[in-house]
């Protein structure tokens, strides 16, 4: 009687906890364990009394009337082992004896309420409550079996709450412990390959595309089944992998597994040895291994001839043209190709006719056959357009458009080529297969800058093809797409575009700074102060140069530093403004390092930069000193062309110092480096020019008018050859003047000798 007494007692107390009657319920739970007075015959009973009374003393707030109670309670809900149960009140007792740990420092005790915790939300089905305790029960666990399972609830709780990054992890750290004995379950590989598929951006994870991510997970699942002996599921997994490995251009890892595939294929069947043997001959092919494909597909032709399946043998035939065409055997391809087209047609199959038509359309394209490859490729079109639409086909009808609009393009039918080409995007745009958008926005880029330029065109491909770039999450293509980005809005040159393209040079900056690549972050720190300086920020535009050097100096790259100094210096040669600022890049910066490089003719361009600059800014005496350098430097070079500019460079800072011997001197030198007979027009015309320098130079400022009229003279044959009758004219009329001079009669011809022509004489010191 008394133990029936305390289970109607206890009844009654839960439908009151059922009504919201606490104080009623407690009635009944105190009466039921006075009844019983110690008894443990019936222990869960027990458990379940002192349990729910204390989670309502809890509840009631009342610790101080039933302390002992709820450390009775406390003990038997930590202690009993195998309690079931889901009363969702009990949620205040784990509580209880979870902050009971920690006050006593009672790791085993903290660790057991945690799983009590997750045990009972899980029961509850309050999933996004329970993340907490279970990350906390990781932390305390120290045995492998336990930190596994709680691994294992982690990544099923992290998917529930897309968290993708932790749900792998926590797979990735089960796998771990898993290597030492234990296999991988299926159901987290389906969640590695899920959440690996939501890192890659995809909209769900049906498109077919697996991360690289998953790899480990899915070798290690292999292995699994490899010592249990599933074939199924080792030759589905060895075919995810090569998936994975064609997907990142990675054949050769394909091949491995593929080549396990088709070995695990023939022991399952024949359908699964034939699809194994496809998709290897497919790996083969892509790896440029076409040999090896044909030594695949042909024992599987052959072994297909005593069948009726004409459908087998089209693909086999598609496949075989492709590594016939592979081998150069443009002729047997395009027989295969062939038989693959009379196949499909005899079976009805609108597909495969679609892909031999397109093949044949290829290797026309790459035999230089415009006509007949127009021609199938736009029948392989029609085909496409009557079939379904799915994703698959869609795809292959991508490349037949991009082929279609090569060979429109190359016809000069750009329009057609152009139509062909945004078809192609369209289509990738339609099932966000950001592969095939990539290939049709990277030939649309290429048609709008060099096929039929226009800026703004060319910019909004560059535009998607960055944002391409960040959702493949590749980031060398986007620092790359940014600088060339940047460098397409400053061609725009206007103030918007010049702030964009710093915008664009600034994010690539960082990128390349993550990446770790040196060169291209001096680069583009040099760029984005090339920037400042169109914009007329002078107080940024230092700043940047100087960062760009000592990026470089950093690198351990003198060559790299070099160009940088020499480049930084001809922001301000090339500019407007400020150009005296290019000196201390050129004298301080460039030349040190040439020297140190033995850069003889990085040293005398930079020079020669130097006086030219000195000479716009009227510096004589320093451009004569760079002048004279730059001079001595073209001397060691051994190439005339650069000598003749250094030496004409220096005759004109002669000149303009009143220097005039000197500057008839080096003028003389200049024509002696010219060849001995005229070659072109352009040296017809730079002889007229000297020469007639010459003769007003000496007529004028050396007051000798027998040399001037030679120089006249020379310079008026040299006019008649190019055919100039208004610089003949001129000449004419310069002789006209000096004859009538009282120069002429007053000083007798042959006074020239008394001048010094050590340079033209064929002296060689300065």
Known sequence: MTWAHARLCFLLGRLSIRKVKLSQARVYFEEAIHILNGAFEDLSLVATLYINLAAIYLKQRLRHKGSALLEKAGALLACLPDRESSAKHELDVVAYVLRQGIVVGSSPLEARACFLAIRLLLSLGRHEEVLPFAERLQLLSGHPPASEAVASVLSFLYDKKYLPHLAVASVQQHGIQSAQGMSLPIWQVHLVLQNTTKLLGFPSPGWGEVSALACPMLRQALAACEELADRSTQRALCLILSKVYLEHRSPDGAIHYLSQALVLGQLLGEQESFESSLCLAWAYLLASQAKKALDVLEPLLCSLKETESLTQRGVIYNLLGLALQGEGRVNRAAKSYLRALNRAQEVGDVHNQAVAMANLGHLSLKSWAQHPARNYLLQAVRLYCELQASKETDMELVQVFLWLAQVLVSGHQLTHGLLCYEMALLFGLRHRHLKSQLQATKSLCHFYSSVSPNPEACITYHEHWLALAQQLRDREMEGRLLESLGQLYRNLNTARSLRRSLTCIKESLRIFIDLGETDKAAEAWLGAGRLHYLMQEDELVELCLQAAIQTALKSEEPLLALKLCEEAGDVFFNGTRHRHHAVEYYRAGAVPLARRLKAVRTELRIFNKLTELQISLE???KALEFATLAARLSTVTGDQRQELVAFHR???????????????????????????????????????????????????????????????????????????????????????NICQSPLWHSRPSGCSSERARWLSGGGLAL
């Open 619 to 621: 510096g004589y005496e």
């Open 650 to 736: 220096l005759a004109t800072v002669y000149y303009s110092l009143h220097m005039y011997e000197m500057a008839e001197d080096c003028y003389l030198k200049t024509l002696s480096l010219c060849p001995p007979w005229l070659q072109s027009p352009k040296e017809a015309l730079y002889y007229a020019k000297v020469y007639y320098r010459l003769g007003r130079l000496t007529f004028c400022q050396l007051k000798d008018a027998h040399d001037a009229t030679e120089y006249f003279l020379l310079a008026l044959a040299a006019a008649v050859l190019l055919g100039d009758e208004e610089l003949q004219d001129t000449i004419r009329s310069r002789l006209d």
